[in-house]
């Protein structure tokens, strides 16, 4: 692999964020001998070099980057981050939350080093005291979409779906233009039994994801509207038996029938694509047909 | 006119030992100033916790007021997080030195001479002020004592009489063509004129330029003295009341939208 495809396959995965650890680490490991020369780019491949070698346990690489990027970056808060997470893949959580607590004493408004420390606290068990840190981080810095989606999935995971839906609440108000988070609302909100609040949460995933499309009845859904129109037969055919009441208040819509045929129209459109047959096909045709 | 241009003549060591070295001190000096601008400049300072909750809790409520016409909230969220702000906007939990207490006496503006955090505001503003202003006066000294009414070049294109106050500055000569540049006023050109070489040299964002900060003042870096937040909070208040009016969530009517997308209605 030449030098300059793997810098740029690297730059992709940083861009987009994207967890391929052992690829970054192939790549990464030709650049390590040059990173001097590549100038100011070499330090953050350094940087992605050290997360990946962490992520797939090869610790005598992790610590020959963190040892360059502390020669070359002395008190750099983001470095001491790293340092951090060094310390999480060998010592003990008691000394890593010591050393996050240091650092968040010299420096309490330090955002990166207090996420670091929630995540050591919901990992290691300590659920209430991860929620309330968690909580007073995003009083401070509101504006953070991850905190806040964290905070919904440790309501989940603890069953406090109407916390949960309040912490989604703010995620969306951040990112309005989201189609995923608006997903995760009305999946939520269907888990927390709020079936008028899902069946219109759902209705308008459908609405944002097919809002480009010309004649929307032509295309089969797929990906994220077709796990909407999922949830929308789900829902509606629920609230057709019998009508939940809603925590919210939320009406349910007086269309109701219409909508429930036209969800299972829609479904049934994406299993019965022409030419192949689509896995799990008769699966949903049952599935629908029970109602 | 034409008379004039030709009996003037020009000695070579004037380009040599005036011209040359007018401009190459100038571009020297500009390129050192950079550096010590970089050098003088300390580093942002970090706020404390309280005052950036304090800071950002305006945001808040504008990032709520935003979408409030279409929001992707639900009515019910929508109020709580509505109500919340409000209440605490009006009992003042997100200010950083806590609530107001009953029978505080309203808090004057502090003076900014007195405020340390605002004094290093201004001595940072001024030691770059500095920074610019010595050597240039310098260097204008400099070019006043050596090369008082110096004709230094002859511009290769002819110019109106307007120009003669630029171009002539420090030779009070009525009939001389314009076209002939005094010192001072290479001097002024080059001040001027430089900055597009600095860009070339050292970047962008260089902080060579010296006519940019003419107009700056050492007291514009900070801001018009501490804001008032209790004061921001309540005028946010009633804005945040005034979007509720305007709120509608983007769910309302969403079912007949898409049955409308799909004829079905």
Redesign the interface.
């Known amino acids: 692999m030449s030098l300059s495809s793997a810098l740029e396959q690297l730059a992709i995965y940083r861009a987009n964020n994207v967890r391929a650890s052992q690829e970054t680490f192939e790549h990464a490991s030709v650049i390590l001998k040059s990173a001097q020369q590549l100038g100011d780019d070499g330090w953050a491949v350094l940087e992605q070099l050290f997360l990946a070698s962490v992520d797939i346990g090869r610790l005598d690489v992790a610590d020959r980057c963190l040892k360059q990027l502390s020669d070359k970056f002395r008190d750099s808060p983001r470095v001491d981050v790293l340092a951090g997470i060094r310390m999480e893949a060998t010592e003990s959580t008691d000394v890593v939350l010591q050393y996050y607590g240091q650092l968040l004493e010299a420096?309490?408004?330090n955002a990166a080093v207090w996420k670091r420390k929630i995540s050591v606290l919901r990992r290691t068990g300590k659920i209430d005291k991860a929620v309330e840190e968690l909580s007073e981080l995003l009083?401070?810095?509101?504006?953070d979409v991850e905190g806040w989606l964290e905070l919904a999935d440790i309501y989940t995971t603890c069953n406090r779906y109407s916390a949960a839906?309040?912490a989604l609440?703010?995620a969306?108000?951040?990112a309005?233009q989201n189609p995923f988070y608006?997903l995760q609302f009305a999946e939520t909100a269907y888990t927390a039994g709020d079936l008028p609040?899902a069946l219109?949460?759902f209705?308008?995933v459908?609405?944002m994801c097919?809002r480009d499309l010309d004649s929307?009845?032509d295309k089969p859904p797929a990906g994220i509207s077709l796990r909407a129109w999922m949830g929308i037969k789900l829902s509606s055919r629920r609230l057709m038996v019998n009508s939940h009441p809603s925590?919210?208040?939320?009406v349910i819509?007086k269309?109701l029938h219409?909508?429930e045929?036209?969800a299972t129209e829609r479904v049934l459109a994406a299993y019965s694509s022409k030419g192949r047959k689509p896995e799990g096909r008769d699966v949903v045709v049952r599935w629908v047909g029970v109602a | 006119m034409s008379n004039s241009a030709v009996s003037l003549y020009l000695d070579p060591q004037i380009r040599d030992w005036v011209l040359f070295p007018i401009t190459l001190v100038m571009i020297l000096v500009g390129i050192l100033r950079h550096y010590v601008v970089l050098l003088l400049q300390s580093p942002p300072k970090k706020l404390p916790r309280e005052a950036i909750r304090e800071q950002r809790a305006m945001a808040r409520a504008q990032i709520l007021r935003a979408t409030s016409a279409n929001s992707p909230i639900p009515p019910v969220y929508y109020q709580s997080i509505s109500r919340h702000l409000s209440e605490t906007f009006e009992a003042g939990t997100y200010l950083k030195d806590g609530p107001p207490r009953d029978g505080d006496a309203p808090k004057m503006p502090a003076n900014p001479m007195t405020d340390p955090a605002a004094m290093d505001g201004m001595m940072s503003g001024m030691k770059t002020q500095m920074v610019m202003m010595v050597p240039q006066m310098v260097i204008m000294g400099w070019i006043n004592f050596f090369f008082q009414g110096f004709v230094l070049i002859k511009l290769p294109f002819p110019l109106t009489l307007g120009f003669k106050s630029m171009l002539q500055r420090g030779v009070e000569t009525q009939d001389m063509d314009v076209r002939w540049v005094s010192s001072l006023s290479w001097y002024f050109l080059n001040f001027f004129g430089l900055n597009g070489l600095y860009r070339l040299i050292l970047g962008g964002d260089n902080s060579a330029d010296s006519s940019r900060d003419m107009t700056a003042t050492p007291f514009a870096a900070a801001p018009a003295g501490p804001q008032d937040y209790n004061k921001l909070f309540k005028a946010e208040k009633d804005n945040l009341e005034f979007s509720e009016g305007l709120y509608k969530w983007i769910g309302e009517g969403v079912e007949d939208r898409v049955l409308s997308r799909y004829h079905k209605i």
């Open positions: 420096d309490p408004a009083d401070t810095f509101y504006t839906l309040q609440s703010h969306l108000l951040l309005p608006v609040l219109k949460t209705l308008v459908v609405d097919e929307p009845a925590p919210s208040n939320t819509p269309n219409l909508i045929e036209l």
